[in-house]
């Protein structure tokens, strides 16, 4: 699913400008569908990642899960809006990657809580 979700992010930033701006001109529209997008790749790279780092010692390794996950986030934010500046009518915009990198914040966090949930059960 973490693949998929990259692949989502990657197809949308190869956009050109033109065709981009036909999908929503409004701004706080785009700016809630990059928290959105983010959000989502902060869920599932903490799934993807707890399945590696979480064993017994659960409290170190949710701190080391959540790091690597925002880590993960926020190079891949970085990376995206780099390959925007290669695309036609696009551009790079280091508000993107903080709002991106906050939307994957919130998605990690869910995530985490949601798995707490499920294991004390």
């Keep these: 699913m973490l693949i998929l979700v990259c692949l989502v992010i990657f197809l949308f930033s190869s956009q050109p400008g033109e065709e981009s701006s036909k999908i929503s001109n409004d701004l706080i529209i785009r700016k809630l569908g990059h928290f959105s997008e ?71 966090l869910l995530s985490s809580i949601l798995y707490f949930l499920v294991m004390k059960k």
Excluded: P
């Design 38 to 108: 983010y959000m989502t790749l902060g869920f599932f790279s903490f799934c993807y990642l707890s399945n590696f780092f979480i064993g017994n010692n659960k409290k170190k390794d949710l701190k080391k899960t959540v790091i690597l996950s925002f880590l993960f986030s926020v190079i891949y934010a970085s990376t995206d809006e780099f390959h925007q500046t290669f695309v036609v009518g696009r551009d790079g915009n280091i508000v993107d990657v903080l709002i991106d990198s906050s939307g994957s914040l919130v998605g990690i």
